[in-house]
């Protein structure tokens, strides 16, 4: 058989809410989640092993292959499905690591997209939804690559239709642990930052009519909850937002997920080009992405 391919695309958390802690230790989130128009590219060439290779400018900081998510999701899901077809993986690494944008994550949907394909399942298998949820809270969201409402741990998904919105994203080259941003946070396991009712009564989102400044206004009223904690894990994420802040018609600027990946919204992609390039120019170190968000 031929080679399958897709791709990868980058999570951004427009906003993300830590409404608490849970007993089990795992945090209660709601983000509204957009993806965008850069991504990582996996292959799947069929035979009888299971393997992954990897490549592109960005490998080397992947670590050890065996711990890829993109072999986790492979072997949970051969655990539900006997006899599943499967083969070799090539990832062409572009989207930076530890950086909030869910690229090993999205490297993993990509992996059981591509093992639907193969073995003709639906997305919507229990099988595919139960080995999503298995391989990481952020999976699930990245199956579909769908704006949407993400609440829970991440298995709750809400469609949203988002407008494109033009923007650039910004990663200073600094990995940073999820575990160590929610440890700077310090809930406690049962702590509750909302109630019920603050979560029943809270505004609903912007409709299909809505237009892109719609969008950011109600972007603006709410925020990432992380970002404080993250920065006192690695205060160059300051230094990013501010960046992004000092460019010509940065409408919004914001950390995604828990960092230290950031990025801002503008009103039209001439614009977020011209930001990328000053931001490229006075920061030649950092990884920078000019495009859109849906």
Not at 57 to 63: I, K, M, N, T, V
Not at 65 to 94: C, Q, W, Y
Not at 197 to 222: H, I, M, N, T, Y
Request: with cysteine.
């Amino acid at each position: 058989m031929p080679a399958l391919s897709d791709e990868a695309r980058a999570k951004v958390n427009l906003t993300l809410q830590v409404n608490g802690r849970r007993a089990d230790g795992y945090h209660d989130l709601e983000s509204v989640v957009a993806f965008a128009d850069c991504a990582d590219r996996l292959t799947l060439t069929p035979g009888s092993d299971l393997d992954l290779k990897m490549l592109g400018p960005l490998a080397q900081a992947c670590g050890e292959t065996s711990d890829n998510l993109v072999l986790k999701a492979a072997r949970l899901l051969a655990e539900r499905l006997p006899g599943m077809k499967a083969g070799s993986f090539t990832l062409e690494k572009i989207l930076p690591v530890a950086a909030g944008i869910g690229g090993g994550s999205a490297d993993a949907a990509a992996a059981l997209r591509l093992l639907a394909q193969l073995n003709r399942l639906a997305l919507d298998d229990p099988r595919i939804i139960e080995v999503a949820q298995l391989t990481g809270a952020d999976v699930p969201v990245c199956v579909n690559s769908r704006c949407c409402v993400m609440t829970g741990v991440g298995e709750t998904l809400q469609p949203l239709n988002l407008p494109k919105m033009p923007c650039v994203m910004v990663n200073p080259g600094v990995a940073v642990a999820t575990r160590d941003v929610f440890n700077a946070l310090g809930l406690r396991n049962g702590e509750l930052l909302v109630g019920v009712a603050d979560v029943l009564l809270k505004d609903r989102w912007p409709d299909e009519r809505a237009s892109l400044e719609d969008w950011v206004e109600a972007l603006a009223a709410s925020s990432n909850d992380l970002e404080a904690p993250a920065m006192r894990v690695q205060p160059v994420i300051g230094e990013v937002i501010a960046a992004l802040n000092a460019t010509n018609g940065a409408w919004l600027a914001r950390m995604s997920g828990s960092g230290a990946t950031c990025f801002a919204i503008y009103e039209n992609t001439a614009e977020a080009g011209r930001a990328a390039e000053q931001i490229r120019r006075d920061h030649p170190g950092w990884w920078v992405h000019a495009g859109t968000l849906s």
